[in-house]
């Protein structure tokens, strides 16, 4: 599946696993697709449904797209930002980000925002108490090269293009307000921040949120879906089983590297939590059975390609033969 990469970056980015979660919903019937923590917007743009009611609290998430679906900003508008603010970037060596910052959180142009997205530390999004942004630079003074002003103004492109195609609404709106907006023929994708993982003025979460939310998904009467952790080296996401016990659950293996060495490569096991059985999924119950008697906690089917397949088969076929030989030197064998 190609995935279309949206043009603002976060750390709870969901790109690594939109092509499972698509494949998990492409057969399912609803009229409109909501989600109370919109974030990037990865899913539903990737996921495509012809409506979509996308919320989240972040108010320069809403401001952007609702940006680009009033044609406020345009690919051409942004390639010649990106631009221009660039060139200031390079020259001031780098010093100008903060400038840019600091107009961003006096202001909150859209425009100075995805600048940030774009040219901070490690595509961070993160807010202190007072609101105002305050990710550093990511110390690339040459950072809006050519290069990547055409791949943000192409990714700025593709999703005018699907929020044009569509009927899509973006609204700011805490998730209980969002939850009170959903009606029983909505298909709901949620993807809350998890709960003590991260804290900062727009993204924080509680369990007693949690339980908010489970409670008002279930009264909505709507098919939905969460994406969460199951477990990781160290812990297991217990409020799988306490909160979410009703849920059907259906996992993927995913690996992180830490500080990006390939020795220190670390699974974690990610979960859709769903009010309706997905392609793979299994019941809560059986997850935590798996768990007591130390069995797979994996409910995708593993792809066997080819060559793992003609390998099975060739051992399959000696086995038969050692076999065959062993039986044929047998005192009794009649072979
Ligand atoms: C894990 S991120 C979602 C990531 C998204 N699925 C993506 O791939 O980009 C969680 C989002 O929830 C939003 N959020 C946090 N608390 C919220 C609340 N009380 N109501 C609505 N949105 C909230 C945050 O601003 C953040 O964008």
């Given at each position: 599946m190609k995935v279309f990469v949206p043009p603002i970056k976060s750390q709870g980015i969901k790109t690594k696993l939109v092509g499972w979660i698509s494949s998990n919903v492409e057969e399912l019937q609803y009229d409109r697709w909501v989600e109370p923590f919109m974030g990037t917007g990865v899913v539903a743009f990737n996921v495509r449904p012809k409506k979509a009611l996308l919320c989240d609290s972040n108010p320069h998430l809403i401001r952007f797209y609702n940006a680009v679906k009033n044609k406020e900003i345009t690919s051409g508008i942004v390639r010649k930002f990106l631009t221009d603010e660039g060139i200031k970037l390079l020259k001031s060596e780098g010093t100008y980000y903060y400038d840019v910052r600091k107009r961003f959180n006096e202001e909150g142009n859209p425009l100075d925002f995805l600048f940030l997205s774009r040219s901070c530390f490690n595509g961070m999004m993160r807010f202190n108490k007072k609101g105002g942004y305050n990710v550093p630079f990511?110390?690339?003074?040459?950072?809006?090269?050519q290069s990547l002003v055409t791949k943000i103004t192409n990714q700025v492109e593709n999703i005018s293009q699907i929020i044009e195609n569509g009927d899509y609404t973006f609204k700011l709106q805490d998730f209980k307000d969002t939850l009170n907006d959903i009606k029983h023929t909505d298909l709901v994708y949620s993807d809350p921040p998890?709960?003590?993982?991260h804290v900062d003025y727009f993204d924080s979460w509680t369990e007693e949120e949690e339980l908010i939310l489970k409670e008002g998904l279930i009264n909505s009467e709507s098919k939905f879906i969460l994406s969460t952790w199951l477990s990781n080296k160290y812990r297991t996401n217990d409020y799988i089983f306490s909160?979410?016990?009703?849920c059907f659950i259906t996992t993927k293996e995913h690996f992180y590297y830490v500080g990006g060495k390939e020795s220190n490569r670390n699974a974690v096991y990610e979960a859709l939590l769903s009010s309706i059985k997905l392609k793979d999924s299994i019941s809560n119950t059986e997850m935590k059975s798996r768990i007591k008697l130390n069995?797979?906690?994996?409910t995708e089917k593993k792809k066997i390609n080819k060559k793992t397949k003609q390998f099975s088969l060739f051992i399959e076929n000696t086995n038969d033969l050692v076999l065959h030989e062993k039986l044929s030197n047998h005192p009794n064998s009649s072979i």
């Amino acid at each position: 599946m190609k995935v279309f990469v949206p043009p603002i970056k976060s750390q709870g980015i969901k790109t690594k696993l939109v092509g499972w979660i698509s494949s998990n919903v492409e057969e399912l019937q609803y009229d409109r697709w909501v989600e109370p923590f919109m974030g990037t917007g990865v899913v539903a743009f990737n996921v495509r449904p012809k409506k979509a009611l996308l919320c989240d609290s972040n108010p320069h998430l809403i401001r952007f797209y609702n940006a680009v679906k009033n044609k406020e900003i345009t690919s051409g508008i942004v390639r010649k930002f990106l631009t221009d603010e660039g060139i200031k970037l390079l020259k001031s060596e780098g010093t100008y980000y903060y400038d840019v910052r600091k107009r961003f959180n006096e202001e909150g142009n859209p425009l100075d925002f995805l600048f940030l997205s774009r040219s901070c530390f490690n595509g961070m999004m993160r807010f202190n108490k007072k609101g105002g942004y305050n990710v550093p630079f990511c110390k690339k003074p040459n950072r809006f090269a050519q290069s990547l002003v055409t791949k943000i103004t192409n990714q700025v492109e593709n999703i005018s293009q699907i929020i044009e195609n569509g009927d899509y609404t973006f609204k700011l709106q805490d998730f209980k307000d969002t939850l009170n907006d959903i009606k029983h023929t909505d298909l709901v994708y949620s993807d809350p921040p998890y709960i003590g993982r991260h804290v900062d003025y727009f993204d924080s979460w509680t369990e007693e949120e949690e339980l908010i939310l489970k409670e008002g998904l279930i009264n909505s009467e709507s098919k939905f879906i969460l994406s969460t952790w199951l477990s990781n080296k160290y812990r297991t996401n217990d409020y799988i089983f306490s909160v979410w016990k009703d849920c059907f659950i259906t996992t993927k293996e995913h690996f992180y590297y830490v500080g990006g060495k390939e020795s220190n490569r670390n699974a974690v096991y990610e979960a859709l939590l769903s009010s309706i059985k997905l392609k793979d999924s299994i019941s809560n119950t059986e997850m935590k059975s798996r768990i007591k008697l130390n069995l797979s906690q994996l409910t995708e089917k593993k792809k066997i390609n080819k060559k793992t397949k003609q390998f099975s088969l060739f051992i399959e076929n000696t086995n038969d033969l050692v076999l065959h030989e062993k039986l044929s030197n047998h005192p009794n064998s009649s072979i």
